[in-house]
């Protein structure tokens, strides 16, 4: 018996050992981006963020699968795009607001099966007024989306301070989405003529059945975000794709909150040279324990 101890004791420190190390491996798991990707809120505090699929203000209805983190995640290019278009309305008493970065494509593929799925529509409607649901994949939901790259942004402007929007009552009965703003899902935007994600013709960015005021909104945010990069989609004012992007890969990972490391690394990183950040960015890679599963594909154009 007093034999066979210290081998019982060594393949209990061995599973003990292994657990700590899955464990390990779990945490750093969680809080990894793959690379070249960072939080939007790392590089910039100051963009509004308010991401409409981590709630129930959107047109599934209910939050989709990988938002499990209101949180906008892009590719690190992009971000410091959309910090530079920021800055630049600065001076115009104007700033911007996120409603979807990265989407993960467990997310997309929840977007479609709702298409399909052959039940009434609903309070969710009001985002698609006069377009039946299953229509929806000719030109607005798309299979293949730059958002699972990282590379497309759905945005608008906000006027400085920007003020608090009532918060959204899931039960209550809003109008549709090319009602008048009051009537509309709360909002702290300006008036773009139409909510975020309405399915209609009316969000065609040079629509003109929306107000003068409204189509120099969408004008003024087009021509900020071409400054720096970003090409609008004809079809929705709010959304935009980094052109300067060569060939992509979809990602699915989910979206997870910020851990308070990757708060500082974020902060230390934005100060520091382009060569310092290559080095610190092979040491992550390096250090990766377990990958982030995503797929590589081709992508066409489309929103
Ligand atoms: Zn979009």
Request: aromatic fraction near 10%.
């Amino acid at each position: 018996m007093i034999s066979r101890r210290p081998a019982l004791d060594f393949a209990l420190a061995s599973s003990l050992a292994i657990t700590l190390v899955w464990l390990a491996g779990r945490a750093h798991a969680q809080t990894r981006l793959p690379e070249s990707f960072v939080y939007l809120r790392g590089l910039d505090g100051t963009i509004e963020q308010d991401i409409r699929y981590a709630s129930y203000d959107n047109f599934v209805g209910r939050p989709l699968a990988g938002y499990e983190a209101a949180e906008c995640i892009l590719k690190r290019e992009v971000a410091a795009a959309l910090g530079a278009v920021q800055s630049d309305l600065r001076a115009s008493g104007l700033g911007l607001k996120v409603y979807d970065c990265y989407r993960p494509l467990r997310a997309v593929r929840m977007m479609l099966e709702w298409t399909r799925d052959g039940r009434a529509e609903g309070p969710t409607k009001r985002f698609h007024p006069r377009i039946d649901k299953r229509a929806l994949l000719a030109g607005y939901l798309a299979a293949n989306s730059r958002h699972s790259a990282g590379t497309a942004v759905d945005v608008t402007l906000v006027k400085l301070p920007v003020a608090a929007a009532p918060p959204f009552d899931r039960f209550a009965r809003y109008g549709p989405c090319t009602a008048p703003a009051a009537q509309r899902s709360p909002d702290n935007s300006v008036d773009m003529g139409t909510g975020f994600d309405c399915f209609d013709a009316e969000s065609r960015t040079s629509s003109r059945s929306v107000g003068a005021e409204q189509q120099r909104w969408r004008a003024l945010l087009a021509g900020a975000m071409a400054k720096r990069g970003f090409r609008n989609y004809h079809r929705e004012w709010w959304h935009f794709v980094y052109a300067k992007t060569g060939p992509a890969a979809y990602f699915d990972f989910p979206i997870r909150p910020m851990s308070a490391k990757e708060k500082m690394s974020e902060a230390v990183s934005d100060h520091r040279d382009e060569r310092t950040r290559y080095a610190a960015s092979m040491t992550v890679v390096q250090n990766a324990i377990q990958p982030v599963g995503h797929v590589r594909a081709r992508i066409p154009p489309g929103p």
